[in-house]
Every structure is written in structure tokens, then in C-alpha cells.
């Protein structure tokens, strides 16, 4: 199954707005499967983006996710804007081939050098 930016994307959006004591249970989810949905939960949790586990149900191990962790805020604020989302996976294609989340973090810590740059050419900032 291939990696899909914009379902993690999405899932990190309905996981951050879990309350406390909820989690989220793969199922038919935002136009994809459960199973692929299930999918990247995993690899969320593998990247440490998420809090999660395997849960029994009806004899069958079940993955939940619970809640995001420090990594996943910070690449949720990378990504969270729809425009801005599709500006950076463009050029990263465009670039690099393909998106990684390690192309993500160095595409965001550029952007923030360049604007603080701006900023500090600015008299008004100075």
C-alpha cells in the first residue's frame, strides 16, 4: 500500500480534535478504506506523530489512535493550511520526486528562515 500525504494529513486534522479520554477507530474514513486507513494510523504511530495501540476486539487486534504527540502538532502546523499544503507538496514533487516527512521539516524550517529574513528587511521590524 503506498504512503498517502493527504489521508495523513486528514487524520491528523480528526485526531487533534479528539477530547480527552476519546480515540479513533479506523473505519471507512474520508474516502478511503478502513484498511488503508489502518494503515496509516500505523505508520503515524510508527513516526511517532501519534499516541496509539492494539487493541482487542472480537478476538481480532484492533489499532486506535489516541492522541497526537509534539512531533505530530508540529507537522500538523507545517500542513494544516489547505493552501499552503498544496504549495508545499508541489514544489517538493516538483523537486524532489515525492513528499517525506523529512522534506516536510526542512521545507517548513526554509520557509520560516525566508519570512523571518523578510521580516528583519523590514525597517518597521527593526
Avoid at 64 to 93: E, M, N, P, V
Avoid at 109 to 120: D, W
Wanted: aromatic letters at 8%; proline letters at 2%.
Amino acid at each position: 500500500m503506498k504512503r498517502d500525504w493527504d489521508l495523513i494529513r486528514t487524520l491528523l486534522v480528526e485526531i487533534e480534535g479528539l477530547g480527552i479520554g476519546q480515540h479513533f477507530t479506523p473505519h471507512d474514513f474520508a474516502g478511503h478504506s478502513s484498511e488503508a486507513v489502518t494503515y496509516h494510523i500505523h505508520l503515524m504511530g510508527q513516526a511517532g506523530l501519534i499516541e496509539w495501540a492494539n487493541h482487542p476486539w472480537n478476538g481480532e487486534p484492533v489499532v486506535i489512535a489516541k492522541s497526537l504527540t509534539l512531533a505530530g502538532h508540529d507537522l500538523l502546523d507545517i500542513i494544516r493550511d489547505g493552501d499552503i499544503w498544496s504549495t508545499c507538496k508541489a514544489q517538493l514533487q516538483e523537486r524532489l520526486g515525492g513528499v517525506s516527512y523529512e522534506a516536510l521539516m526542512q521545507f517548513n524550517l526554509a520557509s520560516r528562515q525566508q519570512r523571518t529574513a523578510a521580516l528583519n528587511g523590514n525597517a518597521a521590524f527593526k
